[in-house]
């Protein structure tokens, strides 16, 4: 089991309710930031945001290759 580095728990600020960043998301080899892997989600991201339909609405940094 990989433990969670201090960038996904300090500034990805994983499981602290709405401060999660809404870009944290889950891919084949672990944690991503979909500012750098998925840029094309987003604005799919920012909408639901804007609706409150997700609960992780942080944006915490720009961006961040290999979170892993």
């Not at 909408?47 to 892993?68: F, S, Y």
């Amino acid at each position: 089991m990989k433990l969670l580095n201090d960038h996904i728990k300090n500034v990805c600020k994983i499981g602290q309710n709405n401060d999660c960043c809404q870009y944290l998301i889950a891919g084949p080899e672990g944690f991503e930031c979909a500012k750098v892997s998925a840029p094309e989600l987003i604005h799919i991201l920012d909408e639901r945001v804007r609706l409150n339909t997700i609960h992780a609405q942080g944006d915490n940094c720009e961006g961040k290759e290999n979170l892993n």
